[in-house]
């Protein structure tokens, strides 16, 4: 193993066999408990990740808005470049559309991409460039795209930096935090909680600052507050590399091959992940076309003041963050008595959280007005199951990944998620002929059917990942479930 450093004050860089776990580790670093019983370098992490969420979160809560009220307008639409081709092109794929399923299916493509280029995001942190530099990149490209959205003409070039921007941020980022942790430690999960705190006060913070800004000030001033966000949080990161694990570049070798242990755990770790489609294609909603619909269906009048749509998304990052907290004091209560679910049974009663809020909603959505107070029970319910989703689903990944190919599990772990995207934008199209009450239930079918698979099938799965694991370990006994 050579160690060289980069010469541009980054970080070092360590050029070695990325089969070797322990290189994945600084000496010690595993041991850290500075941050919260927990290494300084998730502080620093979970830092960027507010702001990276900040920005991605305040695009999420003006894109439909923005589009629906002021881009797609005849006035302005003819202007913006590329966009008539744009609309022949989906309407070639997909069918006729009107301005409100454009927009729609605009957001699940964006919101789907941004999660599909890690996959060449995570090559170029494993293999090219290593992660610091990549993730700067990546920062740097979704700053470019939140200013570009000044810009109405500019409008598919923005969507196209962020998408590629994003690609480089998101997994590699995530995929240090494993870096930080023993194999057997099982602050892991935890730490995924934390990191899902840090999002949810990013999530907390967009609506208030940028969705008032875009909706009171104009939506260009929303996007550009995006952008300095994402320029903060790569200050955060930049500050705290010498907290996390060093860069591990294979350069000028092939990746070393799978063992068939690995090869199981990978495929093992995949099914797990496939839930997710119709987790994130339900859940989205909640930021897209929901927020259409509560631009007229809910009465946000609180006096003589009538709440901007976009501030109930404050509100959801605030739950969020609630939810992780009690969930992590029930799991760790439930772990002193030996009664922790495991992570799969964790994100199936995930699923069924989601369904429930959808069935609520689906019932409110009845009615002649919805209550403010009804729409935020939706958002309780529905923001106390991401505790119960991604954590579990990440730590599953930072355990049961073989180190050489870990960027790109949490890669395809983002994938699934796209395609979760995808699906939702292309079933905004249903949204006007169904109507708010039906397209809601319809949606609360999906993660139903998803907690029913997996609680049914949470112990082959393990069973199989657990085997995997020993035999790659060299060791043997019962499998944990």
């Known amino acids: 193993m050579a160690t060289t450093g980069t010469g541009d004050g980054l970080a070092d860089e360590t050029i070695a066999d990325p089969a070797d776990p322990a290189a994945a580790l600084n000496a010690g670093l595993h041991l850290d408990k500075a941050f919260f019983g927990h290494p300084r370098g998730l502080g620093f992490l979970a830092g960027t990740e507010l702001w990276e969420r900040f920005s991605f979160y305040a695009m999420q809560s003006l894109l439909m808005l923005y589009m ?135 999530a907390f913070m967009a609506p208030l600052v940028a969705g008032t800004m875009g909706e009171k000030l104009g939506f260009h001033w929303g996007f550009g507050a995006a ?61 897209g076309i929901m927020v259409i619909w509560a631009d007229t269906a809910v009465n946000r009048k609180i006096g003589g003041f009538e709440m901007p749509v976009t501030w109930i998304l404050t509100a959801d990052g605030i739950l969020t963050i609630i939810g992780v907290l009690l969930a992590n004091r029930l799991w760790d209560r439930q772990a002193k008595r030996g009664r922790e679910p495991n992570d799969v049974v964790k994100i199936g009663l995930g699923g069924a959280s989601i369904a429930t809020a959808f069935v609520i909603v689906g019932l409110l959505a009845a009615l002649p007005q919805t ?58 199209r249903f949204y006007e002929p169904l109507g708010p009450s039906r397209y809601f239930l319809l949606t609360a079918a999906m993660p139903a059917v998803t907690a029913v698979l997996l609680l049914v099938f949470s112990r082959p799965i393990l069973h199989v990942l657990g085997a995997a694991e020993r035999e790659a370990a060299g060791k043997a006994g019962p499998a944990e479930v």
């Open 371 to 428: 209550p403010i107070i009804g729409w935020l029970a939706f958002y309780l319910v529905l923001d106390f199951s991401y505790a119960w989703m991604d954590p579990p689903s990440k730590a599953i990944i930072g355990r049961y990944s073989p180190p050489s190919v870990s960027g790109m599990m949490f890669a395809f772990s983002s994938l699934f998620g796209a395609f979760g995207f995808f699906l939702l934008g292309y079933l905004g």
């Open 68 to 202: 629906t009220k002021q881009l797609l307008l005849p006035a302005n639409a003819g202007q913006v470049v590329g966009l008539a081709t744009y609309r022949s092109l989906l309407e070639g794929l997909f069918g006729p559309m009107t301005d409100l399923a454009l927009a729609a299916q605009t957001f699940g493509l964006y919101s789907g991409l941004i999660l599909v280029t890690p996959l060449i995001g995570a090559w170029l942190g494993d293999r090219v460039l290593g992660r610091v530099k990549t993730i700067t990149i990546g920062a740097l490209l979704m700053s470019a795209g939140h200013l570009t959205m000044a810009s109405e003409q500019a409008f598919l070039l923005a969507l196209l930096l962020l998408i590629l921007g994003g690609g480089c941020f998101i997994g590699n980022l995530a995929a240090q935090i494993g870096g930080l942790y023993a194999a057997e430690d099982t602050r892991r999960t935890r730490a995924f909680g934390i990191y899902l705190m840090a999002l949810n006060v990013g």
């Open 227 to 287: 952008g300095v966000g994402m320029l903060i949080g790569l200050g955060t990161y930049l500050l705290g590399r010498r907290h996390m694990p060093p860069d591990m570049i294979a350069r000028g070798q092939k990746p070393p091959k799978l063992t068939r242990a690995q090869w199981i755990s990978v495929a093992a770790v995949i099914a797990t992940l496939v839930p997710r489609v119709l987790l994130f294609g339900a859940a989205q909603q909640a930021y």
